[in-house]
């Protein structure tokens, strides 16, 4: 289900066409929703473009709002639409209720009204534990980064004003400032963890979330402009709230990990660096390991065999993206034919950028993440080659989202709702503080 998502909102900004009749796409919206209720998927399948049903079978799509229903409880109704123009596409925003859950339902529109684009984004919810704020409060801000203005939450530890500050910096995909996943906020758990120990933290939408839910005009283009920047910019706001004698420290999750050498050099504000699951190799080879390991659960298919052979002619597409497109051609490129992203991944080299900092760097890693394996980890540990601002921890429990489990990892793990353990949140919290002196 994760995996089949993750796909899906890989697509929603890969689309470039003439907008269309909103109010034509808003019906279209309901229609769909009715016909997801009522297991009508194969009018729902006919009704996608041919890249869409590239990326998703009619199998696949089946299981989709099933899963909603086991997870989440029976559907209850369709709420407030909003309509909007992206890169193109009329895309049509409709909140979905079910009983224990709300989300916001994606869907872009080509010319024929057909679907090019689906997403459906969990909505923010309250948590029980997330009630017992004694030792904790939090305000909402914004994160001004040149054109953008991305809501956020600062949390500090209660009738305190002298705190460590942590700025959180999101994986790949549209997220938002908790870093939602299924059931799961991982940013907003490691936040309350750490304003108990003293520490307090921001934490903001991310650029292409902020765009998808308020549809604001603000630019995606490449990773300067949709992770870096704005996490310079997070970290500008940090060193204004910070307590007169304490410091600034970035904590970034897979793809935010992998990226915070660069964020870091960019900033001269950080006091430490905080690497969760971050990739020690290329993310198109990742995707394709990644796929791979999916697939091979149930035994590779000849279906299988064929994806995984043209994810590969894609992933080497990646690696001479600059010839491509010096010759003003798009290729075909894993999950999305977003050239900027994908030009900006093949440039990006981190295992070189880390050598270049000196102030602390702290890499944790779940030894049971499929996502970003322990092989990874073993890479930063070799490239570090002793230097002695680099500290490393692995657990052996843990998985991409840092929860427990046992056995091998996979994305339904995702879906069923946890917390971050106390040993985890307790190393962290005890190295910033410990590098806060």
């Known amino acids: 289900m994760n995996k089949l998502l993750f796909l899906i909102a890989g697509l929603f900004f890969s689309f470039t066409l003439h907008a269309q009749d909103a109010e034509i796409c808003k019906n279209k919206s309901i229609e769909i929703i009715h016909q997801f209720n009522n297991s009508e998927y194969e009018t729902i399948y006919n009704q996608f473009t041919k890249k869409m049903q590239e990326s998703i079978d009619l199998e696949q799509l089946s299981a989709i709002w099933p899963a909603f229903v086991a997870n989440d409880g029976p559907f209850l109704a369709h709420e407030e639409q909003k309509a909007m123009e992206i890169q193109g596409y009329q895309t049509v925003e409709t909140t979905i209720v079910f009983e224990k859950k709300a989300y916001k339902f994606k869907l872009s529109f080509d010319k024929d009204y057909q679907i090019a684009g689906m997403f459906f984004v969990p909505m923010r919810i309250s948590r029980g534990n997330d009630m017992d704020n004694s030792f904790w409060e939090e305000k909402e801000i914004h994160v001004k980064s040149k054109d953008a203005r991305l809501p956020a939450t600062f949390c500090k530890p209660k009738n305190s004003d002298e705190f460590p500050i942590v700025v959180f910096v999101h994986g790949s995909g549209p997220n938002d400032r908790d870093q939602t996943i299924g059931p799961n906020r991982i940013f907003a758990d490691m936040a309350h963890a750490l304003a108990q120990k003293g520490i307090g933290s921001i934490r903001y939408d991310k650029r292409t979330y902020h765009k998808i839910v308020n549809g604001d005009d603000v630019p995606i283009d490449g990773l300067q402009d949709v992770i870096i920047e704005d996490a310079v910019a997070a970290i500008e706001l940090a060193s204004k709230l910070v307590g007169s004698n304490n410091k600034v420290f970035l904590i970034g999750h897979s793809l935010g990990a992998t990226v915070a050498p660069i964020i870091a050099k960019q900033s001269n504000l950080l006091a ?166």
Do not use: C
Request: without cysteine; proline residues 5%.
């Open 272 to 437: 430490g660096v905080i690497m969760l699951a971050p990739s020690a190799f290329p993310i198109e080879d990742e995707v394709y390991r990644q796929t791979k390991y999916l697939l091979k659960r149930d035994g590779l298919s000849r279906k299988d065999r064929k994806e995984l052979r043209l994810l590969k002619k894609k992933v080497k597409n990646v690696k001479n993206i600059e010839s491509y497109l010096s010759q003003q051609k798009i290729p075909d490129l894993p999950l999305s034919n977003d050239t900027s992203f994908w030009r900006d991944i093949s440039r990006i080299k981190p295992l070189n950028d880390i050598l270049d900092l000196q102030i602390p760097v702290y890499i944790l890693q779940g030894e049971r993440d499929y996502q970003v394996t322990m092989e990874s980890f073993e890479r930063w540990k070799k490239n570090a080659d002793g230097k002695k601002n680099m500290e490393f921890k692995s657990y052996p429990e843990l998985n991409h989202i840092f929860h427990q489990g046992s056995g091998n990892s996979y994305p339904e793990e995702y879906q069923v709702s946890g917390n971050l353990p106390n040993y985890l949140t307790s190393d962290i919290s005890l190295w910033i503080l410990s590098k806060n002196s």
